[in-house]
């Protein structure tokens, strides 16, 4: 059964024009890594359609819009309002995790799913610019090196049990 999409023309329109604020910078800065030989990892895996990313839609924010009341206010009035994320606390980090209200626990799909916010469209790729990305228990994705074929054949090369070789694979993120 197909969920309705709660979201009128209004807010679907409002989404759409913050999608392409989020958009475009987002390409942009991924362009320009991709350039420089900045990215470190890959992305491997496959969705396992588990929702774990639905559940508690988490967003880091910089050091002023934590502290200071004048931006955080806008911030989460526009996470609730528009994107339909209700906080339910603050977490070390300046993270603000959230409950997403168009979520259906019980069908684990979204109601707004053709209208959802770019945060939910992006995930997993922006684990991928974390130092050493964790993706949420059950995720079917995976942080993959990008060095990952020379490491192997280095990893390969050395004396070490294959208990040991096994380990460091793992812990390397190099399958």
């Known amino acids: 059964m197909a969920l309705r999409d709660p979201d009128g023309f209004a807010l679907r329109t409002l989404k759409a024009a913050a999608r392409v604020t989020f958009d475009g ?16 990892w890959k992305l491997g895996g496959d969705c396992q359609h588990c929702a774990a ?15 200071l009341r004048m931006l955080r ?22 993270v603000f995790a959230f409950r997403c209200l168009y979520f259906e626990p019980v069908t684990r799909r979204c109601r707004s799913y053709q209208s959802r916010p770019g945060i ?33 054949v280095t990893l390969g090369r050395a004396s070490i049990s294959e208990e040991k070789r096994a380990e460091l694979k793992r812990r390397l993120k190099l399958e």
């Open 53 to 67: 990313c639905c559940e508690r839609p988490s967003i880091q924010v910089d050091y002023l819009t934590w502290s």
């Open 120 to 152: 939910c469209r992006d995930y997993p790729r922006f684990m991928l610019e974390q130092p050493w990305p964790e993706f949420l228990p059950g995720c079917g994705y995976r942080a993959v090196s990008k060095n990952a074929d020379r490491l192997l």
């Open 73 to 94: 206010a806008p911030f989460l009035w526009w996470q609730r309002a528009v994107n339909g994320f209700e906080l339910v606390e603050k977490e070390r980090g300046r």
């Open 25 to 40: 910078p987002l390409r942009l800065r991924r362009i320009w890594a991709r350039r420089r030989g900045a990215e470190a």
